[in-house]
């Protein structure tokens, strides 16, 4: 197989980012997309100049010619159906969070085992965490103590009602924490290489009248004692920097992802290790990248595997946030 040919699973707003992105990726060619309704997989279709529209997912799953899916749907999709991708031997490329809950998301690691299922954490192909994230892993900052990430991010109303599941607990799982905040977690998480073991949390909704939290704090310690606090919002009347502040015994890194991703260190000489693919930005590199291991088996930085601990951890500050007690992390 020299070109991937890919199916889109859910036309809405990161599709259509990855359809841009899939036009610079020349091993892959976007061949069909599917929606809740024809009509918007139809407007899609056009829009994309993508050749065919499916009427679901089972026209798609059944269609031969394609390879591999993208499955950027609402939460509560994404168990269900990337199993029956699997089923149907396709490969995958999952929308993150793996799954709604963390019972769905072990499930799903349990039965894609041995299969292409990857989830599109596209910010361990950023330019800035990728760098942090090699520092880290590599020693250069020493221990680390304590690491403090901001997520000050702002929605409007119009973000809930256009994709009116994201207000609902049983389509989303939640809030903020899980759709926004669990990227930067991940990447905390990634680079400490390090399973979480407990956290406490609390949730709240200053704004929107909707279920899930747009407001999150949470502390999630790692097995080795490292300290990860994260603050996650939709709520900032302005949208500011995401930050992830790394303390070491030796020395700090600091990442910010605006005005463009970058990482400064402090303290430390770091030679600054760049994401293993190219592109113009992260989504563009996770895409490729995930086209790459399909077709040429070179590794993909989340397997789905991978996006369990972060799910984990969201999960233990959602527990803790109800229960008002600090809750260990199961894995
Ligand atoms: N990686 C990122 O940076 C990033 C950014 C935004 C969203 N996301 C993730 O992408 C996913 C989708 O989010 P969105 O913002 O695009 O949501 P959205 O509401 O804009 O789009 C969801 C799409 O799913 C489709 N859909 C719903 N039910 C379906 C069904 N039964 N069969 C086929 N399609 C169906 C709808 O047609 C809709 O177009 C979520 O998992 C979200 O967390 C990721």
Redesign the pocket.
């Known amino acids: 197989m020299k070109r991937l040919h890919l199916g889109i ?7 259509r980012y990855m359809v841009w992105m899939a036009h610079l990726v020349p091993e892959v060619r976007v061949v069909a997309c ?4 024809l009509e ?1 997989a139809a407007a899609f279709a056009r829009r994309h100049r993508i050749p065919r529209t499916c009427a ?2 089972t026209e798609m799953l059944a269609r031969p010619d394609i390879h591999a899916v993208y499955i ?4 509560d ?2 168990y269900p159906m990337s199993l029956a991708a699997v089923e149907a031997g396709k490969a995958v490329l999952l ?3 793996l799954a709604r809950t963390l019972e769905e998301g072990q499930a799903l690691v349990r039965a894609t085992e041995g299969h292409k299922v990857g989830v ?1 954490y ?1 910010y361990r192909y950023d330019s800035g965490c990728y760098a942090l994230a090699r520092a880290v892993r590599a020693g250069t900052l020493g221990r680390v103590h304590s690491i403090r990430i901001n997520v000050p991010w702002h929605r409007e109303a119009e973000y809930f009602e ?2 009116p ?1 994201h207000r609902a607990i049983e389509r989303a799982g939640g809030g903020t924490l899980i ?1 926004q905040g669990s990227h930067f977690l991940d990447i905390a998480l990634w680079a400490l290489g390090e399973k979480p073991a407990s956290a406490m949390g609390y949730t709240t909704t200053p704004a929107f009248d909707v279920e899930v939290e747009t407001l999150a704090h949470g502390v999630v310690q790692t097995e080795g004692g490292t300290l990860i606090s994260i603050v996650s919002s939709m709520v900032a009347a302005r949208e500011g920097a995401v930050t992830i502040e790394v303390y070491g015994e030796r020395g700090t890194a600091v990442y910010r992802n605006r005005p463009f991703p970058s990482v400064r260190f402090i303290g430390v000489r770091v030679r600054r290790e760049h994401p293993p693919i190219w592109g113009i930005h992260a989504l563009h590199r996770s895409l490729a990248a995930f086209v790459r291991w399909v077709l040429q088996d070179t590794p993909f930085l989340i397997p789905a595997p991978e996006a369990l601990p972060v799910l984990s951890a969201v999960d233990g500050i959602y527990r803790s946030a109800r229960s008002g007690q600090r809750e260990t992390i199961i894995l």
């Open positions: 699973i859910g036309c809405g707003e990161i599709a599917c929606a809740d309704r918007r679901d997912l950027a749907v609402p939460h999709l994404h929308e993150k969070p599109n596209q256009r994709s599941w759709t």
